[in-house]
């Protein structure tokens, strides 16, 4: 578990983050009929794996590929200087044009709405798409800026001194979501 951090609550277990990907991914078929224009774009680092889940359980019940996207934020950040000197920059890999595509952008948690904030400008750097649609695994709430999500596999409210701690098989070697606490 995270460092400093008190294991409060798992509240979701392997199935039912399986579950809740897969409900997201039909509620995506739902909305966008033609999934011709319909991309994915992760943000690093476990929005990527659940961008890529997403596209794959579309293939499996629509039998068409979507076109996935890694984003990485780190130079859009509002708290970047207070995160390092030197920041760690990582690719971003978006090797479709997103111009005029339905781009749904994947994260792991929404909070403070400030990640998703960044990776538009970052979006916008690559082109202009004809929409952005949000797709969180987690949403606890605690808006600073005015953003929602448009698919959400779990609503938790939480207070300010818990944090959402997303575990995905790709990245940790477990799937899993837990709620900490601060001591």
Sequence with gaps: MAGGLKA?????DKEALRRALVRIAHEIVERNRDLDQVAFVGIRRRGVPIAQRLAR???EFEG???????????LYRDDLSRLS???RVNNTDVPFPIEGKHIVLCDDVLYTGRTVRAALDALVDLGRPQTVQL???VDRGHREIPIRADYVGKNVPTSRREVIECRLEEV??????WIMEQP
């Design 172 to 177: 940790d070697g477990v799937d899993e979501v």
């Design 57 to 59: 359980y579309i293939k």
């Design 85 to 87: 000197e030197q920041p």
């Design 8 to 12: 409060k609550a798992r509240i979701m």
């Design 64 to 74: 068409q590929e979507l076109p996935v996207g890694v984003l990485d934020i780190t």
């Design 135 to 137: 797709a969180v695994l």
